[in-house]
């Protein structure tokens, strides 16, 4: 039997493949040379202006001294029974009061800036800044409740431990963090050095 002429066989479009979204540095390596230069700085841009203006807002400011608090309270009372009045954990005849100084306000914007000011995946950065900010917050949040527990024994003991310990502690604590962080993430580019001299090599490309 004859097909008719008009009859054409009909070809089925090929599947679209999926496409995943490509970081920066590997969409760069994808275009051409002068809009790959386009796009780094443009990131690199992007990621100092995120910093300054979280820093310039001291956005950390509107949660983390509440979050900090409530978290400090619900630990304090898994011990000893405690009340809390805004900012005030009372507990054991004794009452603290968790300011700024105690959140630490200071080390999760060094962390960040560490953070944003290395070249790395975007995945990679929001695991890194999540497991960096929440490892803090939890040594924090002991920190807090283990110097109330101290109060109870000894006030010079307290102030001792306080405020000549913590401010030196705070900041070992930040580069451990810092270091585990390139460790566990593989990390390999140096906070502001990696785009200092990416910025050299390319004002040198272009003399």
């Given amino acids: 039997m004859l097909k008719p002429k008009h009859i054409r066989?009909?070809?089925h479009p090929?599947?679209?493949?999926?496409i995943k979204?490509?970081?920066p540095f590997k969409l760069a390596k994808s275009i051409k040379p002068k809009k790959a230069e386009d796009i780094l700085l443009f990131f690199i841009f992007l990621r100092y202006f995120f910093v300054s203006l979280l820093v310039v807002t001291n956005l950390f400011s509107f949660f983390l001294p509440l979050l900090t608090t409530k978290a400090s309270f619900y630990l304090i009372n898994l011990i000893s029974p405690a009340e809390i009045y805004e900012?005030?954990?009372?507990?054991?005849?004794?009452?603290?009061?968790i300011i700024p100084a105690c959140v630490a306000l200071?080390?999760?914007?060094?962390?960040?800036?560490?953070?944003?000011?290395?070249p790395m995946p975007l995945k990679t950065r929001i695991f890194a800044l999540a497991y960096s900010f929440i490892l803090f917050f939890i040594i924090n949040i002991i920190r807090?409740?283990?110097f109330s527990f101290v109060l109870t024994l000894s006030q010079n003991i307290?102030?001792?431990l306080h405020f000549a310990i913590w401010f030196a502690f705070s900041s070992l604590?930040?580069?451990l963090i810092w270091f585990s962080e390139v460790s566990i993430f593989k990390i390999k580019g140096i906070p502001g050095y990696s785009d200092i001299k990416f910025l050299l090599k390319l004002i040198r490309g272009k003399r």
Wanted: aromatic residues 12%.
């Fill in 106 to 118: 200071s080390a999760y914007y060094l962390l960040l800036i560490l953070n944003l000011a290395t």
């Fill in 21 to 23: 979204p490509l970081e």
């Fill in 158 to 160: 307290f102030n001792t």
């Fill in 9 to 11: 066989r009909i070809k």
């Fill in 144 to 146: 807090i409740s283990f």
């Fill in 87 to 97: 900012n005030i954990i009372s507990f054991q005849s004794h009452s603290i009061a």
């Fill in 173 to 175: 604590i930040v580069v």
């Fill in 14 to 18: 090929r599947p679209i493949k999926h």
